[in-house]
């Protein structure tokens, strides 16, 4: 049964009024398939930041990260220090090269197709496998929003899982679909402020409520002192070098998000891209922080323990606040998960239709085709991954777990060294591209051992190996004209 009041459905029309009011009007600034899919490559240093932000983080950092912190205590602070150290990297390495790059390779929109002209490969294969990576693992993705989303419109409205689910995709595809990458990046933008005031009220009213920091963490270690040791687990026992090094290697994600990557390209100058990097790093690290913080709020106010631990920010919301604010503050769960969705669909209907229609169509697209195509990819897809989260059981931070490690793995390596190495060969990236990806398949189902290590970890450093060593050995194969698109681009950073 419904859990909260009018008030609180009042406040979400509010909320989604407002966005697809800002979808609507980037509906009306969207003329071709470059503004659907790169908004024009026109955003601002501030736009380019939070939504890079906003896109990353869905609704694990508001279901996931705080329900992992109120079971396992500072322990989840490993995650977030590894998320803040690759987001820094990730800004500071890639992208200016990749805005550069991407742009004077011909104005390379999606990252299969600034593979394939980077080593000016004549053959479809790095951009068909890099396509399909994506695919694969995006699907994932997005159906871990709609999990939140679900689990969001149940908890809140009292409705079927499955229901929720058609619910949160419907509204999702509502300004996507329209709009495209302007009207996703400029709700990012709105949802990113939000979920920073959500994640910051929760935490300060009940320090408030505690009366001092002492309280504060007195209650807490009074449920288990070991919450509060950043080096031990719940159990007492030392955290190991798996554990550590597991959840560090979350930062190595980022290096092959493209829907973060996307907001490096779309940026309007590299002059821009230090002061997004300032407030992009700034802005996730009081997130991560603060949803850590949100997680061990719950161990103090909650006198019995939730059976899914996922839902501790909601609990807490309903718990601290009247319906209307408790609303409001609401309304950011669903901001985190459709700033990530929508764009993670945008990437994917992109791959669709930018990279893959085009090698079985008999004939070459007008730009109104491509918009056309992107749109109904960004349908297909959105169903796929409804299908994918119709199981409640299913738990956010598990599945995007996955999904992260095998983008990470499969396209982060060859992002980086595609930067850096003007003698890898395409070879070499479709090697990379393979054995990270496997990698974390194979990983992900195997346990015991060394095979607790996060995925992401091997597969990242098996896919530089795999790059590595298939670009020496295919060297003499390297084009010219490879070799001197990557000099001339470089030569502007």
């Known amino acids: 049964m419904p859990q909260f009041g009018l008030a609180t459905f009042l406040a979400f029309l509010i909320y989604l009024s407002i966005v697809l009011g800002i979808g609507f009007y980037a509906y009306l600034k969207t003329r071709t398939a470059g503004d659907f899919l790169l908004g024009g490559r026109q955003l601002s240093p501030t736009v380019s930041a939070i939504s890079a932000g906003a896109s990353d983080m869905s609704g694990w950092v508001l279901l996931g990260l705080p329900g992992y912190a109120y079971v396992a205590g500072l322990e989840a602070f490993w995650i977030s220090i590894g998320l803040i150290m690759g987001l820094a990297v990730n800004w500071f390495l890639v992208a200016k090269p990749l805005r550069i790059i991407s742009f004077k390779l011909n104005d390379a929109v999606t990252l299969p ?21 994506i695919l694969l693992f995006f699907l994932f993705y997005v159906a871990a929003g709609l999990i939140a989303g679900g689990k969001l419109f149940t908890e809140v409205f009292g409705i079927d899982y499955q229901m929720a689910v058609v619910v949160s995709v419907a509204v999702i595809l509502a300004y996507t679909l329209f709009g495209g990458f302007l009207a996703v990046s400029w709700t990012d ?37 070991y919450l509060l040791n950043i080096f031990i687990s719940t159990d007492g026992k030392e955290l190991g070098f798996t554990a550590i090094a597991s959840a560090m290697a979350w930062g190595l994600g980022y290096f092959g998000q493209p829907h973060i990557l996307a907001r490096f390209k779309a940026i309007r100058s590299p002059r821009h891209v230090h002061r997004a990097a300032f407030i992009g790093v700034t802005w996730a690290f009081l997130c991560y922080f603060l949803a850590v913080a949100v997680g061990l709020s719950g161990l103090f106010i909650i006198e019995q323990p939730l059976e899914d631990s996922e839902k501790v920010f909601i609990t807490l919301t309903k718990l601290m606040f009247d319906p209307l604010v408790a609303g409001a503050l609401l309304a950011a769960i669903l901001a985190a998960i459709m700033s990530t969705v929508d764009s993670q669909l945008l990437v994917c209907s992109a791959s669709l239709a930018e990279d893959l229609y085009p090698l079985v169509s008999d004939r ?80 992900s189902r195997l346990s015991g051992g060394i095979f607790d290590l996060y995925s992401l970890l091997p597969g990242f450093l098996l896919s530089l190996i795999a790059i590595g060593a298939a670009s020496l050995l295919t060297q003499r194969k390297l084009s010219t004209k490879a070799i001197d698109n990557y000099v001339q681009s470089r030569a502007e950073i």
């Open 113 to 133: 197709t600034y593979l394939q002209r980077r080593f000016a490969d004549p053959k479809p294969w790095l951009r068909v496998i890099s396509s399909l990576s």
């Open 189 to 225: 933008v709105f949802q990113g402020m939000l979920i920073l005031v959500a994640l910051f009220l929760l935490p300060m009213l009940v320090l408030n409520k505690a009366g001092s920091y002492d309280s504060f963490i007195e209650g807490i270690s009074d449920k288990n002192m």
């Open 364 to 443: 070459e697209l007008v730009g109104s085709d491509r918009l056309k195509i992107a749109r109904v990819a960004v349908v297909f897809l959105a169903l796929m991954a409804t299908g994918i989260a119709m199981n409640p059981e299913s738990k956010v931070l598990d599945v995007v777990s996955y999904a992260w490690a095998g983008l990470g793995a499969s396209l982060g390596p060859a992002v980086i060294v595609s930067l850096y190495w003007s003698r890898m060969t395409s070879i070499g990236a479709i090697f990379g591209v393979i054995v990270g990806g496997l990698t974390v398949i194979i990983w």
